[in-house]
C-alpha cells in the first residue's frame, strides 16, 4: 500500500504463529548467550537513551534507543551475534556442546592446540564482517572476509584493521554470499553467515540467539524506569536476521502480548517487503544494484530462516526511500534539548526516520491508527551503528545529503 501523499510503501500481517519462536529462542538459551557476552573484556551493558521531548513533540509517551554504537569497540551490535556463533562452533568442534565454556578457556593454549588451524570466513557489507574479524582475532583464528564491489573503503579498512583478509567482488553482497561458500569448499574455511540457505541454517540461527543479549539488557533497563515491555518495536532489516531475533525474542518471552512489531528496510532493497507482497508465505529475492545509502540493509535475498519467523510475527513491513535514513540521522545528531545526543550511521537512523513519518504525515494516517500508535506508546528503536563510514557521515550531517522533499518538512506543531 502506498497513499500518494506518503513516499513509504508498507504491507499490514495479522498471522501470529509462536510455536518456531519458542523452539528458536528459548529463555535459556537466552541467558546463556548474555553469560558468554558479559565474560568478554571491555563487555559493558549499552545505554538505552529516552528522547523525552521529542516524544512529547509527536505526541507518544516515550521513544527509547538501544545505542548499538557503543557497544565494545566495534560501533556496531553485529559483534554480539559473530561472537556467541564461534563460541557455539568451537564448543560443538571441541565436543563440550551443552558445557558452558568460559572466555579464558576460549582463548588458552590449550583450545588452540585441540582446535588447530582454523579459519573463518564471511561475507558482509561491512559491520557483519568487522564483528567476526574482531571476534576472531580475539579468539587466535584467521579470518577471510568478502565484500561486495559497493562497500566503502572505510568499511574495507575497519575489517582489515582486526587482521582478516578481505576480497571485494563484483556485484551486491548476494554475489559475495555466494562466492565465499563456494571458495569455503575449495579451501575448507568455515563459513560464519547471518543469512541461511538449504542445509545451513545452525550458524545463522546461533547468530540471531546472539543478539538477543541487547534485548535482555533492554528489558532489565526498561524494568528500572516501572516499564514491563515497549508497547512498539520498529527494527531495520537487511536479510531480516536482527529483526527475526528481536521480534522472535519478545514473542517467545511474552507470547500473544508481546510489542507490535514494524520491520523497516530500504526501497531499493526491500526483499523482505517484496516476499510480503508476493502473499505466497516464501520468501523472494529481488536483483539489480540494490543502491541505497543504508549499506548495511542492502540486501536483496532474505535469509529464509529469518523469513520464516517474520512472514508469521511481524505486525508491518514498510518499505523507504534514503531520505528517511538520512533525516533520522539528523534528528539524531541535532536533538531537542534536554535530549541526548546519538551518533547514528545510515541503517541505524531508519527507523527514527520512519517513525516520525508516520507520526506527522497525513499520508500515512490510516497507517499510524492500524499500529496504533498514540499517547500511551512505549517505542523502542535499535540503533545499530554508530558513523561507520565517516566521509558518507559528514555528507549527510554537514552538507544536507538526501534531503527530505519539501511536501514532507516537520512544521513546527510537529506535523508535515
Known amino acids: 500500500m502506498k497513499n500518494n501523499k506518503a513516499d513509504m510503501r508498507w504491507i499490514l500481517n495479522g498471522k501470529k504463529d509462536l510455536t518456531s519462536v519458542i523452539k528458536q529462542f528459548p529463555l535459556e538459551v537466552v541467558h546463556e548467550v548474555r553469560n558468554f557476552h558479559s565474560q568478554i573484556p571491555g563487555y559493558k551493558i549499552s545505554p538505552l537513551k529516552n528522547l523525552n521531548n521529542l516524544a512529547r513533540m509527536f505526541g507518544v ?47 588458552s593454549k590449550e583450545v588452540r592446540e585441540k582446535l588447530g588451524e582454523i579459519t573463518f570466513a564471511s561475507a558482509t557489507d561491512g559491520n557483519h564482517g568487522r564483528g567476526i574479524a574482531w571476534a576472531a582475532g580475539k579468539l587466535g583464528h584467521k579470518c577471510v572476509i568478502y565484500v561486495h564491489s559497493e562497500t566503502s573503503a572505510p568499511r574495507i579498512q575497519a575489517i582489515r584493521d582486526y587482521g582478516a583478509t578481505v ?4 556485484g551486491n553482497y548476494d554475489n559475495a554470499v ?55 518495536i520498529f527494527v531495520q532489516a537487511g536479510v531480516g536476521a536482527l529483526a527475526a531475533s528481536v521480534i522472535g525474542f519478545y514473542h517467545s518471552l511474552f507470547g500473544e502480548k508481546a510489542p507490535i512489531c514494524v520491520v523497516v528496510e530500504p526501497e531499493n532493497a526491500d526483499c523482505l517487503y517484496a516476499s510480503m507482497k508476493q502473499n505466497d508465505g516464501k520468501p523472494h529475492s529481488i536483483t539489480g544494484s540494490l543502491d541505497t545509502i543504508m549499506a548495511g540493509l542492502a540486501c536483496g535475498e532474505p ?3 529469518a523469513w520464516n519467523i517474520l512472514k508469521e510475527k511481524t505486525d508491518a513491513f514498510i518499505s523507504c526511500p534514503d531520505y528517511i535514513a538520512a533525516k533520522g540521522m539528523r534528528i539524531y545528531a541535532t536533538p531537542l534539548k534536554g535530549d541526548p545526543f546519538i551518533v547514528s550511521g545510515e541503517s541505524g537512523a531508519v527507523t527514527l526516520g520512519a517513525l516520525i513519518g508516520i507520526l506527522t504525515e497525513e499520508g500515512l494516517k490510516d497507517l499510524k491508527e492500524s ?39 516537520t512544521k513546527k506543531n510537529g506535523k508535515a
Open 371 to 409: 499500529l496504533k500508535l498514540d499517547s500511551q506508546s512505549q517505542i523502542l528503536l535499535i540503533n545499530t551503528e554508530g558513523n561507520t563510514d565517516p566521509d558518507h557521515f559528514r555528507q549527510i550531517i554537514w552538507e544536507g545529503a538526501n534531503p527530505v522533499p519539501k511536501e514532507f518538512w
Open 61 to 107: 509517551r516515550g521513544i527509547w534507543i538501544k545505542d548499538e554504537a557503543e557497544r565494545l569497540e566495534l560501533n556496531s551490535f553485529k559483534v554480539l551475534g559473530g561472537s556467541f556463533a564461534l563460541y557455539k562452533f568451537i564448543q560443538k568442534k571441541l565436543g563440550l556442546e551443552g558445557q558452558p565454556l568460559t572466555y579464558d578457556y576460549l582463548i
Open 167 to 170: 576480497k571485494i567482488i563484483e
Open 303 to 305: 535469509s529464509p530462516l
Open 178 to 232: 555466494r562466492q565465499i561458500v563456494v571458495d569455503s569448499a575449495k579451501n575448507g574455511w568455515n563459513v560464519i553467515s547471518d543469512t541461511s540457505w538449504d542445509g545451513y541454517e545452525t550458524v545463522p540461527t546461533w547468530i540471531m540467539q546472539g543478539y538477543t543479549t541487547m534485548f535482555l539488557e533492554a528489558q532489565e533497563q526498561f524494568s528500572g524506569q516501572g516499564i514491563i515491555k515497549p508497547s512498539h
